[in-house]
Structures are given as structure tokens and as C-alpha cells.
């Protein structure tokens, strides 16, 4: 049993009768009345996400995990299939379990969190960025750079992104992972 102060971004816990990790939180100290964690739990068997507040001191069950280096492979329809890179064994996880199963390129690196009671898969942490190469999008119109403009673009995966006006087609670019956001081109 762990308490409040032990919570941190990306901690297991067992909560109403299921598993959840901890995608938020935030200690608040009111300057009346005791203090509290606010939170952002996301449960790992659906993929929904909800908020609770625990008191502090509050006792929370922490579930103990493992995490692996995997390898995507291949997807077929809400199937994804990884590769682990220690022991080459293959994993099968649903489509809900991923944070953004669209960015995912064929042969990306990813941490998978299994719990290490039941040897099942908990989540997958994908890279804090990726690079991509833009497959489609309108062409940028010279002179129309004032403002912070932007325009959709579609990249490798299949994934929807807005870039600036000045990414072509064949341009790789830099996305974050936890918001699906253009960073910037990458010149090769």
C-alpha cells in the first residue's frame, strides 16, 4: 500500500475494481481545509479516462509492473502486434490499450508496462516524438506566411496533422506523440 505523496505520472493502480494509470495529477494545499490530490486516471482495460480527487494520506494499491522494450510489427484492423527485443516472443494488444496507435510507424520502439502478477500487458509508452514523412498536402502559397498559419497534412501512418505552410510533400517532420502536434522539419 502506497499513499498521496507516492503518486506520480504513470503509476499503476488498482481503483474501483479495475486497473488504472496515472496520466495528471496535482498536489493542492488550499489555504483552508486539508489538502488533496487532484487526478487524471486512464483505465488500461477500456481506454476511458476519469477524474477523482484523493484527500491526502489517502491510501491508494499500487500495482507492480514491469516494463519491456517492444517493436511494433504490424496491425490487422484493432489488433497490434509487438515484437519483444530480449526475447523475440510476440504480443497481441488491442487498438484501446495504445495512446496514439495512428502515429505508429512499422518497426518503432516502443515500452510496454505488464503487470507483474498476471504477466498481462497494463499499457504501451510510445516515444516522446516521432519522425514521419508527409505523404499528402496542399501546397503552400508563397507569401502567405504572416501569420501562424497552418494546413492539414497526412503523413506515412495515415495520421491527420497541421502543419505550418511551408511543409511539402516528402518533407519528414518531428510530432509529438502526447498531443499528435507538429515540432518542427527535419532536413536530412
Known amino acids: 500500500m502506497a499513499s498521496t505523496s507516492d503518486i506520480r505520472n504513470g503509476l ?5 475494481n479495475d486497473i ?6 496535482l498536489h493542492v494545499k488550499p489555504g483552508k481545509g486539508p489538502a488533496f490530490v487532484r487526478t487524471k486516471l486512464k483505465s488500461l482495460t477500456s481506454g476511458k479516462t476519469l477524474d477523482n480527487t484523493f484527500s491526502a494520506g489517502h491510501k491508494i494499491d499500487v500495482v ?19 515484437m519483444n527485443n530480449e526475447t523475440f516472443e510476440q504480443i497481441t494488444l488491442e487498438k484501446n490499450i495504445l495512446d496514439a496507435p495512428e ?4 518497426g518503432t520502439n516502443v515500452m510496454v ?10 499499457s504501451v509508452d510510445m516515444p516522446a516524438s516521432i519522425v514521419l514523412e508527409v505523404t499528402y498536402t496542399e501546397p503552400g502559397v508563397k507569401g502567405n506566411t504572416a501569420t ?9 501512418t495515415g495520421a491527420q ?14 510530432i509529438d506523440t502526447a ?7 527535419i532536413k536530412e
Open 12 to 16: 499503476c493502480i488498482k481503483f474501483n
Open 20 to 25: 488504472y494509470k496515472i496520466v495528471e495529477f
Open 64 to 82: 507492480r509492473v514491469e516494463t519491456h522494450t517492444f517493436q511494433y510489427l504490424y496491425n490487422e484492423g484493432n489488433d497490434y502486434h509487438f
Open 103 to 106: 502515429l505508429l510507424k512499422e
Open 113 to 122: 508496462q505488464i503487470n507483474a502478477e498476471t504477466e498481462s500487458p497494463l
Open 148 to 156: 501562424n498559419a497552418t494546413k492539414p497534412a497526412t503523413v506515412e
Open 161 to 174: 496533422v497541421n502543419v505550418p505552410l511551408f511543409i511539402n510533400e516528402g518533407d519528414k517532420i518531428k
Open 179 to 185: 498531443s499528435g502536434s507538429y515540432i518542427e522539419r
